[in-house]
């Protein structure tokens, strides 16, 4: 078990209490023993200090929290909870990060950096919306997120009570509170209440702020807003209370400090007209504004703050004459402190001039009578029981009578306008829940303290307890649901100093007792105190005063000054002057006081008075000139009321900390620090939470961290709970100090210090292992190299002692010879045979040691060989080596370097390109040189060195021949040796001088030719040098050719590229903002629909287009409108209402009437011609009767002959179908016999029927001839008899010639019959050979595909050839299966109209054979018939048309739109229902009805939104219809006739195009359908993506071995339930990327448009992670720099393997990669500075500084401080928009190029799934 005293030893880090610095570190240098009296101190500044430790003076010191946890974003995450580490915590932060915003369990602390930061945009917004608590950096964003999910999850009311002193930042922390509801929850309809809230924050700061010695914009009264929501959480209204103004203010400011904004601000816009009557001049001319001596606030324009108010005003429904009425009110103040009382002689009495301009200025201004005003002023009434008697005032007491109407004037104007303000924000509709945001003064104390300190020390208790209550809670809570055992935690409970001040006889009651009784005094009251409350423990009286008392608060004592009290607290004001403004003619002041409200005691004199201007329930009126209820139980009663509000809500607390009294930026003054954080309750957090569990670590973080700690045994379980449990059990044997939980293990305060201190102990003796072990290993290398350095040593000096003793043993020999030579002269035989003797030994001798030095010398030279080889091939292996790794570097260098200079390389290489190829080429050439010089170089001095060697050798050689030459001459003497030797000798010096002549040759050609090189070599450089200056002169010269072109050339493409993106970018903007307004106008309209009253009207959009409807009438933006493209632009600029307006316009649509009109006149008149023609044939002369009848029978057989006509048209059409399919069929499967053989059989079948009904066909061309030649002699006849009656008696000549003339018109008829038939045969012929030809065609191009494919499959390796011919194989089946069944189905249908058609024809000829003899019986008497000739119709192929009727039109639109479903056609032509569309509207072309084109594209596009409305979340059907309107657009584009869109059609596509109409509006109607069905594409996946951003990128550990930071997440805000987030994964993120692609690739979406999607989402992904990464400590590490690094790799991998590198989706992650890249480099020296700012040119500064301050290594250390100034101070100089976060909305404009099919219309199928059998193919 541990002791406390074990904590105490060398090295512990602890905090020592300084009178400067509050606490100050030091460091223990020995050991601390119990009972030890001192403790051994190191300070910071190496100096050492004895510390007296005492059992009760001076305990042990407090301990400092390990490196790790300093910096923490939540003060109960540190180990040691102490108000020490709490002030150096937020030190840390706040000095060295610059972040003011830090957790303390469920309290926000906030400290004014009194500098304006750039982390309160919509982007950072946008990055807390949805976000749990502690997951991102604290922020005021995080609480107001917090308080908004719990609203929605929980269905309960929130509060944010936001406290702090004057200074601290209280107004602008609810600000922006207020403001991220009004973005977040944004009202749902028009009403903008939002923006009504914002409006009311200028207003209430103008009449509710002023300037402090503290603060220049406090706020000096307290308030309470109510946000209200409907049940989908948006705003709805609002509600405003206001506490405690400061009235005071009004009449008295304090040196330094200004009166209420709104007096200045109306002086200083005196000047204006609509102000004149406000006689207002300068600040400085009112009493009321200048008792400060200073009116005016650094960097404050009062004008331009009274026109924001002004706007306000006019926002919140104020009008313009409530605001001048309300300005002349403020005015008449200020005139009313100018108001000079002049004092009688007597003392007792005062009067006013009433000549005084400022008194006529006030009674002008309120509207009330000058003279009863002057005398009230000075006059006071006092009633008694039996009479009224009216009294004189001093000058002093009518001075503090003004000043309290003032004040009171001032208080009832505040009222007013809050009142309003609420009445503006309020809503009829039913509130759901609200939020409600406290803005409320912190605790106060000063030198002298008043009333007013009292009442907000008082309110403070009074949240202090629901506060600690409320931590209590959430406290116990915790433990609760972690199912741990717990004891009831000791919190501090201040109910009795609460009791003391409002409990019954408390101070407050005897306050108000002491107010009723007629001379009651302050010291009265005081004496009352002593007596009542001297023995509480809360109270005390001070010992140099009577007149004073204490009051022990939660946060320390404070002393008040009675003086003042009572007169506060009464706050009184005469009757008689209310009275007066009571009888204004100004309706606005007369309201102010009327009897309805209560009106409020106002102090009349006093520093700092101040009231609440809202109670809880109206008062009564009162019956006397004074108020019943006092100051403090209005405030008592409406404190009440705030708590009942905050304790039927949810509380979220953010404390505001002032962190310095000179208003400096991010200068921390730790005495006035520690003051406020005792004084707001958040030490007593600390406290509370320190006293339960307060670290609090889930089971995988610490299995992570501590792991080092267990054993080997303990890692092989697999429950990782157990693991840790068996670990904390073994390590901390007080089982008091530590709780398993069921998702977390709860640690007593100290314990993870205790862990950390393990942990590094583990560390440092690994550390001390691995040291020791390298340190062992390199002095065993270290002795090595000495000992065989010594060895060599010794063996060389042995070797030089032997020589030198052998040498002196030589001497020592040739000694004794020579004394053998002298002693023997004398004796010349014993003489000549020692000479002898001798001679012959040293002759050996000398013999021996050559030899000996031959061996030598030639061992040598082998061993020198063996090292050059050895040397050699060590050189080169470490050579390759080095240049393998330098390759490798270069590579990657130079990759980079490309990346970074291939902009500028590409705008440099037109103009230096060929200079750069002569100065490559000459300095290859110079290399090559170069090089050739060193091999002729390196073969010279190899060949030197071989003749050197080889000289040597031969002079060894020659000297050992000499020798041995002169041995065998005093040996022998014999001449044939000698002779030889010689011989051998001049042989070997002849070789000898041809190796120095051919040594000297090679010399000097080597020298000639290094001498012709060196020569080369200098020219070429002379040469590059005069190049380089012709290259420096040219780059110079087009540098400023293109400087002064600059702005002319080659900036235009650039910013007209830009223009035209941003141009691109603005209209894409406005067409989502117009889908958006039509959606809201859907949502408003189904609302409508259902609701079932709604008071007021409801306003019907006017600029709404008729393409959101489902009308059929033309509207402006349709084709009727004109065929320019200048209408649509006007009509698009200046809207549907103004183009209906303007006068151009309309003239173009009357144009476009008149020749629709022309044209109807056309066609109205040729159909009239043609009436007249038949009836002028018709009305001949004739007999009534026979009239009648010829018109029966021709009708008749007219008739008859149009349904045979017909009817063989329509067979003839079916007959060419069948053929046209069986013949693509048979193409299509030559290869298959069984199909051959059937086609065969099935075409012999139809030529047979076709046979038969050219037969039948022929029958009843004859039976028509018989007809009309059997009725025609009778009428000849009839003709002639007729004629002979009336002219001629003799009737046979004229009868044969009539018959003669028949018969030749007969025969020329039937040659004409015969004609025709023989043409209708060529007719067939010419067919079949077309059908023929156009099958060898068919037949080509399929031999064609095949060949390709082949070539396709030849080239992809075996897994890919399996899969591609597996898909090809199912695709080919599936299509000859649906077209097999389109065959057989027409097959059926064409049998059965051909039988059909059969039966007609047999019963209509044996008709007609049965009415033949009544018709020649009829003839006789009938009129000559004229013959009816049939006309053969040419007969036509399939021209990619559609015919449907108007009926079914409806039904078109559902199949094809409404219910299709993606699936259905997915594996048919990408895109079919585009097609279809097209050539329905190709039909209505074809037949040029513009009334069916525009209702078709009408209905369409209508028919599309709604779909996509339907499927607003899916992105299959998105994605769908994406394609498919795209492609629709495509195909009106390839087919509108237009040259620019026909470069790429074939011939029978350019036959295809549209005849008749130009659709180039539609088009745009089309374009801007598809852009926003493109933005509905992009936030459907973005929605689906965001959830797995963050843990797929930043989270997820998919790289092995390295794992996410992160050591305590807050629980608080999250559904422990749940398990926290979702854990996505990498794969999964690259997954649904992968679908997202695959589906727009399936349903045939351009890429290019793909493309733009996958680089939008990259964006989303980039801006996600990085705004995540800035906002959250916890993963700012090297590991997580690695995985993201790694995680991007990943993503660029699946951008590369579907070929999408050039989408632009890797710059959009630049930012990412260079974030990962500055987590990992290292980041100490000024080399890495330099690298950081070379590397990081994506990232701003704020960003990169963020990441450095946010780095945290688990291993290293912090980033410094200098470091970071250092990278500011580099990137100062670049330009950039100061933004921290990356905004998530922004979106790419979105381009959509032209891309033309290469489908053929006429060969496209529809499947029978579709059930379009009523379309009908043309």
Known sequence: MVTEYELYVKYTRVWIPD???????????????EGDPVLHLRLEDESTLAYPIGPKDNPLPFLRNPDILVGENDLTALSYLHEPAVLHNLKVRFLESNHIYTYCGIVLVAINPYEQLQIYGEEVINA?????????DPHIFAVAEEAYKQMGRDEKNQSIIVSGESGAGKTVSAKYAMRYFATVGGSANDTNVEEKVLASSPIMEAIGNAKTTRNDNSSRFGKYIQIGFDRRYHIIGANMRTYLLEKSRVVFQAEDERNYHIFYQLCASASLPEFKDLALTSAEDFTYTSLGENIFIEGVNDAEDLGKMREAFSLLGVKESHQMSIFKIIASILHLGNVDIVAERDGESCHISPDDPHLVHFCQLLGVELEQMEHWLCHRKLVTTSETYVKTMSRAQASNARDALAKHIYAYLFEWIVEHINKALHTSTKQHSFIGVLDIYGFETFEINSFEQFCINYANEKLQQQFNSHVFKLEQEEYMKEQIPWTLIDFYDNQPCIDLIEAKLGILDLLDEECKVPKGTDRNWAQKLYSKHLDSGHFEKPRMSNISFIVVHFADKVEYQCDGFLEKNRDTVYEEQINILKASKFQLVADLFQDGKDAQPVAPAGKSARINVRPAKPLPKSHNREHRKTVGHQFRNSLHLLMETLNATTPHYVRCIKPNDEKQAFMFDSRRAVQQLRACGVLETIRISAAGYPSRWTYLDFYSRYRVLMKKKDLNVGDKKQICRTLLESLVKDPDKFQFGKTKIFFRAGQVAYLEKLRADKFRFACIKIQKTVRGWLQRIRYRKIRKSVVTLQRYGRGYLARRYAEYLRFTKAALICQKQYRMVRVRRAYLIILQAVITIQAYTKGMFTRRLYQELLLDHKATIIQTAVRRWLKRKKFNRAHNAAVVIQCAYRCVLAKRKFKQLKIDARSAEHFKKLNVGMENKIVQLQRKMDEQSKDYKTQNEQLVIANSSLGTEVNKLQKELNTIRSRQGSNNQLTSLQEEVEKLSVELEEAHSQRKRLEEEHSSEKLGLEQRLEELLRENTMLKGEKEELNQRILQLSKSSEGQTGSVPQKLQAELDDERLRYQNLLKEFSRLEQRYDNLQEEVSYAKFHPGHRRVPSNQSSLGSDSNFPSITMSEVGDTEDTIQQVEDMGVEKAAMDLSVFMKLQKRVRELELERKKLQTSLDKMEELSSRKVNEPKSSTSE???????????????????ENKKLKNDLNAVRKALADRASDSSSSNELQDSYNLLLSQLKAANEELDIRKEEVLILKTQIVSSTKPTENSNHISASDISECPNNNVPVDKEEALQAYQDLSESKKLLESQLQSQSRKYKDELEALNTQIEVMKEDLEKKQDMLNHF????????????????????????????????????????????LRIYIKKVQELEASQAATQQASRSRPELTRQVTVQRKEKDFEGMFEYSKEDEALLIRMLITDIKPQAVSATVPCLPAYILFMCIRHADYINDDQKVHSLLTSSINAIKKVLKKHNNDFEMTSFWLANTSRLLHCLKQYSGDEAFMTQNTPKQNEHCLKNFDLAEYRQVLSDLSIQIYQQLVKIAEGMLQPMIVSAMLESGSLTGVKPMGYRNRSSSMDCESGGPGGYTLQSLIRQLGDFFGVMSDHGLDPEIGQQVVRQLFYCINAVTLNNLLLRKDICSWNTGMQLRYNVSQMEEWLRVRNLQQCGAVATIQPIIQAAQLLQVNKKTPQDVEAICSMCTVLTTQQIVKILNLYTGEYEERVTVSF????QNHLQDRTEHNQLLVDTKHTYPVLFPYTPSALSLESLHIPASLNLHFLTRV
């Open 19 to 33: 009178p400067e610095e509050v606490w100050k570190p030091a460091e223990i240098i020995k050991d601390y023993k």
């Open 128 to 136: 807390y919306s949805g976000q749990n608590m502690g997951d991102m």
């Open 1188 to 1206: 009648e009848e010829t018109n029966a029978d021709v009708a008749y057989n007219s008739l008859k002959r149009q349904e045979l006509e017909s």
């Open 1354 to 1397: 030849s080239s992809l390796p075996p897994d890919a050839l399996v899969e591609y011919s597996i898909q090809q194989e199912i695709t080919r089946l599936t299509q000859e299966n649906l077209d097999l069944k389109e065959i057989i189905e027409k097959l059926e249908k064409n049998d059965k109209k051909l039988k059909k058609q």
């Open 1764 to 1767: 970071i100034r250092d990278i």
